[in-house]
């Protein structure tokens, strides 16, 4: 039997470092064990829902393992269905709260997943309770709506799915503080492979093709028609970046052995401690970067009609 | 004042996409029908084409890149002093002037391709 005990905090880094020292068993009976997680951020719930996906789909044999005793990490990995997209710990002993637009449940992106309808309602999670986020709205939007397209393409190539997970945080010390976290996570091909797949690109590593995929009029996939229209541009990671480095954001993209992190105007590429065979996605925006982001804008505003 | 024709971009999206409400203009096919929109009115008409973006609250990138490309494709970037915006929002002008350099760059691509 292999035992994955998963780490207290459960994020994205201390995730990885959990499964680089256990991997499953192939034949054996694996057990992933949630009992002494407390704390469990969006960065870590997509990709560990995206390689347990994985696993079940090569033929891994999994079992859950929780608490004795009721916790709020694993009553919020309830809520937010986490374990419903895996058919286990159904019952539940608390009552299913209204998300009032701070969360919405994880959701599962597959081949037949319609991104038209999932994408507006994240987006509508994240903005939600401030009308002045409508104004970024459209960005969030796409770029989810367009990682989501990539993972369905990827999962066309072969039964693999995707998770994405949108989540606002508060302060109760700061009633003006607010989060808005995003995450897509997939374990299908990857940037590079996909970008060398689908261009004439000559791509030297994983950084590289990370730095090309943040850059406008790289990718896209336009010979994709939906009701008679391209489907994908492929801005929505150069978009997301631009807001983002406006807004004094973070924004973290990994893929295989590279990772390509923005803090507001900051920008850097770092090899992965552990690989992530796909690809990950974490947004973070803050009501206050967004909020300055858009008084900028309104102050350098003088015309009443634009032509470009 | 030239003499403009007027397209309420809200009221049309809602009709050309079918949906109920538009308050963004998030995606490729919103932004290429928005597009057809303006060449359509850009071919039937000499005037100037008005496109009034009253309440739309924000484009993303790849909406505008669409918008524009389409543009750039089907009657050339040398049209578009011929399109006047108005009601536009800040964050959607930022849009609109960076889906129109990714168009260029996509109708002349230097190095890049699709991916």
Same mark, same amino acid.
């Given at each position: 039997?292999?035992?994955?005990?998963?780490?207290?905090?459960?994020?994205?880094?201390?995730?990885?470092?959990?499964?680089?020292?256990?991997?499953?068993?192939?034949?054996?009976?694996?057990?992933?064990?949630?009992?002494?997680?407390?704390?469990?951020?969006?960065?870590?719930?997509?990709?560990?829902?995206?390689?347990?996906?994985?696993?079940?789909?090569?033929?891994?044999?999994?079992?859950?393992?929780?608490?004795?005793?009721?916790?709020?990490?694993?009553?919020?990995?309830?809520?937010?269905?986490?374990?419903?997209?895996?058919?286990?710990?159904?019952?539940?002993?608390?009552?299913?709260?209204?998300?009032?637009?701070?969360?919405?449940?994880?959701?599962?992106?597959?081949?037949?997943?319609?991104?038209?309808?999932?994408?507006?309602?994240?987006?509508?999670?994240?903005?939600?309770?401030?009308?002045?986020?409508?104004?970024?709205?459209?960005?969030?939007?796409?770029?989810?709506?367009?990682?989501?397209?990539?993972?369905?393409?990827?999962?066309?190539?072969?039964? @693999?799915? *995707? &998770?994405?997970? !949108?989540?606002?945080?508060? $302060? =109760?010390? %700061?009633?003006?503080?607010?989060?808005?976290?995003?995450?897509?996570?997939?374990?299908?091909?990857?940037?590079?492979?996909?970008?060398?797949?689908?261009?004439?690109?000559?791509?030297?590593?994983?950084?590289?093709?990370?730095?090309?995929?943040?850059?406008?009029?790289?990718?896209?996939?336009?010979?994709?028609?939906?009701?008679?229209?391209?489907?994908?541009?492929?801005?929505?990671?150069?978009?997301?970046?631009?807001?983002?480095?406006?807004?004094?954001?973070?924004?973290?993209?990994?893929?295989?052995?590279?990772?390509?992190?923005?803090?507001?105007?900051?920008?850097?590429?770092?090899?992965?401690?552990?690989?992530?065979?796909?690809?990950?996605?974490?947004?973070?925006?803050?009501?206050?970067? @967004?909020? *300055? &982001?858009?008084? !900028?804008?309104?102050?350098? $505003? =003088?015309? %009443?009609?634009?032509?470009? | 004042?030239?003499?403009?024709?007027?397209?309420?971009?809200?009221?049309?999206?809602?009709?050309?996409?079918?949906?109920?409400?538009?308050?963004?203009?998030?995606?490729?096919?919103?932004?290429?029908?928005?597009?057809?929109?303006?060449?359509?009115?850009?071919?039937?008409?000499?005037?100037?084409?008005?496109?009034?973006?009253?309440?739309?609250?924000?484009?993303?990138?790849?909406?505008?890149?669409?918008?524009?490309?389409?543009?750039?494709?089907?009657?050339?970037?040398?049209?578009?002093?011929?399109?006047?915006?108005?009601?536009?929002?800040?964050?959607?002008?930022?849009?609109?002037?960076?889906?129109?350099?990714?168009?260029?760059?996509?109708?002349?691509?230097?190095?890049?391709?699709?991916?």
């Amino acid at each position: 039997m292999c035992i994955i005990k998963l780490p207290r905090q459960l994020e994205y880094d201390s995730l990885l470092d959990c499964l680089s020292n256990n991997s499953p068993l192939l034949g054996k009976e694996n057990v992933i064990d949630f009992s002494t997680v407390n704390f469990v951020k969006p960065s870590g719930i997509a990709p560990l829902a995206a390689i347990i996906n994985k696993w079940l789909n090569h033929g891994f044999k999994l079992a859950f393992k929780r608490s004795s005793e009721h916790t709020n990490s694993f009553a919020y990995l309830q809520r937010i269905d986490f374990f419903r997209a895996f058919d286990v710990f159904k019952e539940e002993n608390f009552l299913r709260h209204d998300s009032q637009g701070n969360f919405l449940p994880l959701q599962e992106i597959t081949y037949e997943s319609n991104t038209d309808e999932i994408a507006p309602k994240l987006a509508k999670t994240l903005t939600g309770n401030e009308p002045a986020f409508d104004y970024i709205r459209s960005e969030l939007q796409n770029c989810l709506y367009e990682s989501m397209n990539n993972i369905k393409d990827h999962a066309q190539l072969g039964p @693999i799915a *995707g &998770y994405s997970l !949108a989540q606002n945080f508060s $302060r =109760k010390n %700061d009633p003006t503080y607010k989060e808005y976290v995003f995450t897509t996570a997939d374990a299908g091909r990857g940037i590079l492979n996909s970008l060398r797949e689908n261009s004439d690109l000559t791509i030297d590593n994983e950084t590289h093709a990370l730095d090309l995929a943040c850059q406008k009029s790289v990718s896209g996939s336009p010979g994709i028609i939906n009701d008679g229209y391209p489907r994908n541009m492929g801005e929505g990671l150069t978009s997301i970046d631009r807001i983002v480095e406006s807004t004094n954001g973070y924004f973290r993209l990994i893929s295989g052995n590279a990772e390509r992190i923005r803090c507001g105007k900051k920008v850097e590429y770092r090899a992965s401690k552990y690989p992530w065979q796909g690809t990950v996605v974490i947004v973070k925006l803050h009501k206050s970067g @967004i909020q *300055g &982001y858009l008084d !900028a804008l309104r102050a350098g $505003r =003088k015309e %009443d009609e634009v032509r470009f | 004042m030239t003499e403009s024709q007027t397209i309420n971009v809200r009221e049309t999206l809602q009709q050309k996409m079918r949906v109920e409400e538009i308050i963004t203009i998030s995606g490729t096919p919103s932004g290429t029908a928005l597009g057809i929109l303006t060449v359509d009115a850009l071919k039937s008409s000499d005037l100037d084409i008005h496109l009034d973006f009253d309440g739309i609250y924000s484009m993303s990138g790849s909406a505008a890149c669409a918008f524009w490309l389409y543009i750039g494709t089907n009657v050339g970037f040398e049209s578009i002093g011929k399109i006047v915006f108005s009601h536009l929002e800040p964050s959607a002008m930022e849009a609109l002037k960076y889906g129109l350099e990714s168009a260029k760059e996509r109708l002349n691509p230097p190095h890049k391709a699709v991916g």
